[in-house]
């Protein structure tokens, strides 16, 4: 390094936040460190809580929030967080997420899944590119179909992209049950990598077929809605965890209802969103420590409203 190098790097060093560990949550150094799940149709390993971006990095030019956002991203990193989800639906997200990802120099660090929501084939190309302008990215790791929304023509472009390693894998999601015979359909007929969709302790309606169906076709399942929008605290309010549950290391119902989706065996993946550092760390909590057996599993789901 020059002279001039060492200087500039000095003026820029503090600039790059160092990365934040949370209270209670093991670092990704540390051996506890978060649970990981293969990608069924490559083996990529990929931490198994990501971070959904839907309201909570929609914050426009609000500098204050922007540089909350780079904390939130710099601790999720340093639990071994990688994969972020994004949408050109979700209004300012995808260049907030993109700018945080710079100032943390996290860019080239995280699995970045967006998704295409626009109607036509050449719409669709524009829209995709721009996702990724706003993303500092010229190759993504994932990017889906945003409820099945003009799902032909995308998937064309799509397949394409992902031949010539624009994208690393597809995926297709949606937001509502009543949109998953539809789902089933569509995984039937074509090659998708992963399927994002709601699944909570309170909405289990995927794991009757959807998600088995995934499994059997080698299609990674992405939990999304995991709080149910964050209803599910507003059912617990004043209520302790049950005893048993604190017993096996289960500090609070956000890790309770992570740990109920993540103790699936068919489920890789889940992206609670989050704009609070005690909530993030919370949330990390739910992808590490003891993975509950089928016997607690079952007993979570009728214990939380009990
Ligand atoms: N069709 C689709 O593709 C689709 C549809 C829905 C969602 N998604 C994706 O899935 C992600 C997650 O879904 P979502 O954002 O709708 O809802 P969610 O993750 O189920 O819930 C988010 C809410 O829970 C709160 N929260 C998070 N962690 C908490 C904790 N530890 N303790 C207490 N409250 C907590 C958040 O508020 P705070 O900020 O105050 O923590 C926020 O209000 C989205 O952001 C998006 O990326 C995709």
Redesign the pocket.
Known sequence: MNRKEFILGSLLLPLVPRLEALPGVPAVSERKAMWKAKIPSSGELLGRVGL?????FDVGNDEGKRQNLVRILNAFANAGGTLV???PM?GSSESVLGAAASTADLVERLFVAT?VWTQGQQEGERQMRDSMRKLNRKKLELM?I??LVDWKSHLRTIAKWKAEGIFKYVGI???SVGAFAELEQVLKAHKFDFL?I?Y?IAETEAERRLIPLAFDLGVAVVA???????R??GRVRGKAIPTWAQEIGIT???EYFLKFILASDQIQFV??????L???A??LRGGSGIVPNREQRSKMRNDWLA
């Not at 959904?52 to 909570?56: A, Q």
């Not at 999304?224 to 964050?230: A, I, L, R, V």
């Open positions: 959904g971006t839907y309201k909570n989800d994004s949408s979700y998704k889906q945003h409820n999601t949606h937001y994002q709601p909570s999304n809605e995991p709080f149910d929008k964050g599910l605290f609070s119902w956000a992206i609670p969103a989050t704009s609070k005690e909530h993030l919370d949330n």
